[in-house]
């Protein structure tokens, strides 16, 4: 199945029909280009894209299976992680052998793509690419813009993929912050402009369609975590995903401005801090202390920010609640504030962490019952997709990067956008984009591989 010089194809592995493991190919005159390379994090119960229930004892790391790709790997130009997110980037140590093509990143995420290589011995092996946002360059017959977007994660990227057959917009995660806090934001006029030029389609991020309105920004937050940190008389734990750079940063500026002092636990965390100064999009020099300090400061100068939100077992949030920590012990008169949603599946771990820590006469705020908002969500509402959709005006709307009742969703709002095509589709369809478009149910055989032990194994 090669694509001939009059086709254009989009193929997706993983991440469509489903939240988690993106793996996006588009196909054109002989060659494919891979977008996205991430793992999925499925538990025991949980349904999985391809009707599949996850079982108790399976891999808890989980990818695409690229056997489609493998057996035409001399035909795969090149591989783009648009954003830093473990769904879109988690993959590339697994599974980048069995690829062995040139890797297109920006700063930030090439930043925390070395730091997985070195894991996995393959830094020297892997030749990084890292465009400037903006810029556009020749990856085999595509040629590829970097679009500056606005998400959870610094650096996030759209695609503009131009091609003889036609032009792809690709998404990636997003969402229409205004103060993104750190990075680059967005310009209207960039996507405007992708209309007058002609976008045949425009590919996805589906997470939020079932949503209304807007998405809080990142810049709006502050208020709210200031209002309920400045009133904790003791330790104030705040836990949210590692990866958020620009809530770290809000939390930074509440420290200072409370006269607390702000320490990260959780490794993820602290390496997501460390790949955020080393970019450039960590504009504070003095943000955090050791951590090792913070058992000897006054409890109304500590301000502790952790990963654990979901209720994860081995985390620094997790042996606070269970008063194993080394460095103090949570007494009446501390909180930890939630600054994060839980994501489906999880309520019941959390729940759990919860009541463990209201058993140490801890005050635990939730995001859901803060009177100001302090989470905000990285992917775009219905207002926020509208707005796209009337700024780029593709020929044909593609939903992705969400389960069917998401993705379904977002078809229906496309089109009262005026998309006169949409196609909704799921891992393994072949999207035919060039004359008359329409869908190749299950084209190829798809499937997940798991990481178990140090080597790759099929997950059935
Ligand atoms: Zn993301
Ligand atoms: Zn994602």
């Known amino acids: ?54 079982q108790a004892g399976e891999p808890d790391i989980q990818m695409a299976d690229p056997d ?49 290589l070195v894991e996995h011995g393959l830094l020297h092996r892997v030749k990084i690419i890292v465009p400037e946002t903006g810029e556009r360059l020749q990856i085999g017959t595509f ?34 912050d205004p103060e993104p806090m750190v990075g680059h934001g967005y310009r209207q006029d960039t996507f405007t402009q992708l209309a007058t030029e002609g976008v045949r389609a425009m590919v996805c991020d589906s997470t939020n ?96 920010v952790a990963t654990g939100s979901q209720g994860e077992p081995r985390t620094a949030l997790r042996r606070l609640a269970a008063g194993t920590h080394p460095d103090f012990d949570l007494e009446p008169g501390d909180r930890v504030i939630f600054s994060a949603r839980a994501i489906p599946g999880n309520e019941e771990a959390i729940a759990g962490l919860i009541r463990q820590l209201e058993s140490r006469g801890v005050e635990v705020i939730t995001a859901e019952m803060a009177i100001k908002p302090i989470h905000a969500s990285g992917h775009p509402a219905q207002q926020e997709l509208e707005t796209l959709y009337r700024w780029v005006q593709p020929q044909i709307a593609i939903p992705v990067h969400g389960e069917a009742v998401h993705m379904q969703a977002h078809a229906e709002l496309a089109k009262a956008c005026g998309v006169s095509r949409t196609l909704t589709g799921r891992n393994g369809d072949l999207f035919m984009l060039s004359n008359t478009p329409g869908i190749q149910r299950q084209k190829v055989q798809t499937g997940r591989l798991g990481w178990e032990k140090g080597k790759l194994v099929r997950v059935v």
Not at 1 to 21: A, N, V, Y
Not at 105 to 112: G, N, P, Q, Y
Not at 157 to 165: D, F, G, K, S, V
Not at 223 to 241: D, S
């Open 143 to 176: 040629n590829v813009q970097w679009l500056a977007l606005t998400h959870s994660v610094p650096d996030p990227n759209a695609l503009m993929i131009r091609t003889p057959a036609g032009n792809i917009f690709h998404t990636g995660d997003w969402k229409l």
């Open 68 to 116: 489609f790709i493998v057996r035409h790997r001399n035909q795969l130009a090149g591989l783009i992680i648009t954003h830093a997110h473990e769904d879109h980037i988690g993959a590339v140590p697994y599974l980048w052998s069995k690829l062995r093509c040139p890797v297109y990143c920006t700063r930030f995420t090439a930043e925390v793509l070395k730091k997985k």
């Open 1 to 54: 199945m090669t694509p001939s010089e009059r086709d254009l194809f989009f193929l997706p592995l993983g991440g469509t029909g489903e939240i988690g493991m993106n793996m996006n190919l588009y196909g054109h005159d002989g060659q494919w280009l891979m977008v996205d390379c991430g793992v999925t994090f499925p538990r025991p119960g949980r349904v999985v894209a391809d009707g599949s229930v996850h």
């Open 209 to 304: 369609a079932t949503v209304n309105g807007h998405s809080a920004s990142e810049g709006e937050l502050y208020e709210g975590l200031r209002h309920y940190i400045e009133t904790a008389p003791g330790r104030v734990i705040v836990t949210c995903f590692g990866s958020n750079i620009a809530r770290l940063l809000t939390l930074s500026h509440v420290a200072d401005d409370t006269g607390r002092y702000m320490g990260l636990y959780g490794r993820s965390m602290v390496t997501m801090f460390q790949c955020a100064k080393r970019a450039g999009v960590w504009p504070y020099s003095a943000g955090t202390v050791d951590t090792g300090h913070l058992g000897y400061l006054p409890r109304h100068e500590v301000l502790a």
